[in-house]
């Protein structure tokens, strides 16, 4: 399986996103290289831990990145979930003491990779992109800017993994059972 077997599956409904995977995948973004988009593509999958999507993936990722650089957008999708979730809990509580806690969690695998430090805060911003934590987003942000990633890049991230994010709803969509739509007559 491919992008193209991907875009072979989505429905007339699905227009927009089979037009932005294309630009994306086919025509090559200037902000990203072709691994980084399959390492967003990974890191969405596994957040949403949705198999039929990373499925669809794998075998074409396979291709740009190795076993390492997939093993990192786990640790991005995991560690994120987990501090994202506490970090909205923190952010979203009225408890000030609480709030001001430290929240010791371990969080040593975030230096457990081996892929660049770019690549990795790369799929972390994605990971907190998919999980909505305002916190992770911002410090993911902050150190991409301070590694000198520019805006562009950053706004390319948030598009890609949110195509991606729709790509999987649409799957998803078309696997369940359908039944055909019929509007009925009201009776009286």
Do not use: W
């Not at 090559?28 to 390492?39: A, H, V």
């Not at 969405?44 to 669809?56: F, P, Q, T």
């Not at 509580?93 to 805060?121: A, C, E, W, Y």
Request: neutral net charge; contains cysteine.
């Amino acid at each position: 399986m491919s992008i193209q077997s991907i875009l072979n599956q989505l429905p007339q409904y699905a227009y927009d996103i089979d037009r932005n995977i294309r630009e994306m995948f086919h025509h090559e973004l200037k902000t990203l290289e072709k691994y980084q988009l399959f390492g967003i593509a990974l890191t969405v999958g596994y957040a949403l831990r949705n198999e039929s999507l990373l499925n669809y993936i794998r075998p074409e990722a396979k291709n740009f990145i190795d076993g390492n650089e997939a093993h990192a957008c786990k640790i991005a999708a995991t560690t994120i979930a987990m501090t994202g979730m506490y970090n909205n809990f923190r952010y979203n509580i009225k408890d000030r003491v609480i709030k001001k806690m430290p929240s010791t969690l371990s969080q040593d695998n975030l230096t457990g990779h081996s892929v660049d430090r770019k690549d990795f805060l790369i799929y972390c911003l994605t990971a907190s992109i998919v999980y909505g934590s305002k916190y992770c987003m911002d410090d993911s942000i902050d150190n991409l800017k301070r590694l000198n990633c520019s805006i562009e890049t950053i706004r390319d991230i948030a598009k890609t993994a949110s195509v991606i994010k729709a790509t999987g709803d649409v799957l998803e969509i078309e696997r369940m059972r359908s039944y055909e739509f019929i509007v009925r007559e009201e009776s009286f």
